[in-house]
T-cell receptor, first 114, second 114 residues
């Protein structure tokens, strides 16, 4: 049974600060990692995907993956009030059958204070 | 490209009834996955379809079923509704089954069971 754990929230940061969101996973065969943002009452929206160890940057967002430590994180630089949302970490193994399903963490609620 | 569409957006049913939800994937996407999201359990995988075949199924009772049509549109059905079935039902599409492909979510159908 794959498990995905996210740092407990809620997390509050002042506008302009760096928000750091963390996620650990239990299944070593996990190969694909995703961060989704979900505003209240809306569906999850993909922010980042990462497949290889290291950092991946996209605008103000940086995803970091360390497969040896089974750890993936999301950094949001210059946080804006519009970043206030729940951030969901999701992992999936490459392959067929049950390995393919996306397993989500419970989410971290981020509030960016003006 | 148009995104994933789901109909209806809102539904109110009573216990014991059945319900059918519909999902149209992004054009060209052949894989459709369904998820249930509740405040207590978070996002949980229901099933995945590819080329009209169920490829993967989550840990839900047999009251939950689905199918996919030749045009990749998918439906899910819940029979004998229970109060605990009240949730946001999300459909996600991806181009392929297998590989590190990304899933894109529709707006969801909010089901309320009275």
């Amino acid at each position: 049974q794959k498990e995905v754990e996210q740092n407990s929230g809620p997390l509050s940061v002042p506008e302009g600060a760096i928000a750091s969101l963390n996620c650990t996973y239990s299944d070593r065969v996990s190969q694909s990692f995703f961060w989704y943002r979900q505003y209240s009452g809306k569906s999850p929206e993909l922010i980042m995907s990462i497949y290889s160890n290291g950092d991946k940057e996209d605008g103000r967002f940086t995803a970091q993956l360390n497969k040896a430590s089974q750890y993936v994180s999301l950094l949001i630089r210059d946080s804006q009030p519009s970043d206030s949302a729940t951030y969901l970490c999701a992992v999936r193994a490459v392959g067929s059958g049950s390995a393919r399903q996306l397993t989500f963490g419970s989410g971290t609620q981020l509030t960016v204070l003006p | 490209k148009a995104g994933v569409t789901q109909t209806p957006r809102y539904l109110i049913k009573t216990r014991g009834q059945q319900v059918t939800l519909s999902c149209s994937p992004i054009s060209g996407h052949r894989s459709v996955s369904w998820y249930q999201q509740t405040p207590g359990q978070g996002l949980q995988f229901l099933f995945e379809y590819f080329s009209e075949t169920q490829r993967n199924k989550g840990n839900f009772p047999g009251r939950f079923s689905g199918r996919q049509f030749s045009n990749s549109r998918s439906e899910m059905n819940v029979s004998t509704l229970e109060l605990g079935d009240s949730a946001l039902y999300l459909c996600a599409s991806s181009p392929l089954a297998g590989g590190p492909d990304t899933q894109y979510f529709g707006p969801g159908t909010r089901l309320t069971v009275l």
